[in-house]
């Protein structure tokens, strides 16, 4: 079945670093989605990418769809201590709307 | 406007009983779809329903599990003869739409029914 798999699993960084997942899908997707869970919440959507090599930003986010639409990545500059939480990557495929979720990646940020 | 809702919030069952999770969507949406998520683990898809249709189920345990979202009334995720391995975190999304053939509609997400299972 299709599997969308994220690393890296935890990232331990200092307020102030970078901080970038990446998520990789063994089939094409239709597009990918990205979303945010804070601890103990529930994912919330941050941006959905369609085109291929798309790049999209929010305010310090970066978030990027790769050529063959297979994998993509999110980029946060200048860690906050409000950015602590775990990052999603969700892919579709074809018209069904059905999100295949990643398995996350868990940020920390030390103040 | 109100957003997703679900409940209970937490719900615990002894091992035989029955859990139902209910989940109300957004105003407007025709669209629910439910997931589970086991501690430090992802978002696990169970099945995706409009009203009085369920469209993928590939998701759901082949037994125990049933999903319905009635004409009227929320969605209902019931699990028969809990077993400790159901105690896991249920959380309900729902949709406006599915895709408009190009992108797919973002989810908004309930708060979740966080399962425990004694």
């Known amino acids: 079945g299709q599997q969308v798999m994220q690393i890296p699993q935890y990232q331990h960084v200092q307020e102030g670093e970078d901080f970038t997942t990446y998520c990789n899908s063994s089939?094409?997707?239709?597009?990918i989605q990205w979303y945010k869970q804070r601890p103990g919440g529930h994912p919330v959507f941050l941006i959905q990418?369609?085109?291929?090599?798309e790049v999209k930003k929010q305010k310090r986010l970066t978030f990027q769809f790769g050529e063959a639409k297979k994998n993509s990545s999110l980029h946060i500059t200048a860690t906050q201590t409000t950015d602590v939480g775990t990052y999603f990557c969700?892919?579709?495929?074809?018209?069904?709307?059905?999100?295949?979720f990643g398995q996350g990646t868990t940020l920390q940020v030390k103040p | 406007n109100a957003g997703v809702m679900q409940n209970p919030r937490h719900l615990v069952r002894r091992r035989g009983q029955e859990a139902r999770l209910r989940c109300s969507p957004m105003?407007?949406?025709?669209?629910v779809y439910w997931y589970r998520q086991l501690p430090e683990e992802g978002l696990k898809f169970m099945v995706y329903?409009?009203?009085?249709?369920?469209?993928?189920e590939s998701g759901m345990p082949k037994e125990r599990f049933s999903a319905e979202f009635p004409k009227e009334g929320p969605s209902i995720l019931r699990i028969q003869q809990v077993v400790r391995g159901d105690s896991a975190a249920y959380f309900c999304?729902?949709?406006?739409?599915?895709?408009?053939?190009?992108?797919?509609?973002?989810?908004?997400f309930g708060p979740g029914t966080r399962l425990t299972v004694t």
């Open positions: 969700a892919g579709t495929r074809g018209n069904t709307g059905k999100l295949i």
């Open positions: 990418l369609v085109k291929s090599g």
């Open positions: 329903l409009q009203k009085e249709n369920i469209i993928d």
């Open positions: 089939t094409t997707l239709s597009n």
């Open positions: 105003k407007g949406h025709s669209h």
């Open positions: 999304a729902s949709s406006q739409y599915t895709t408009d053939g190009r992108s797919s509609y973002e989810q908004y």
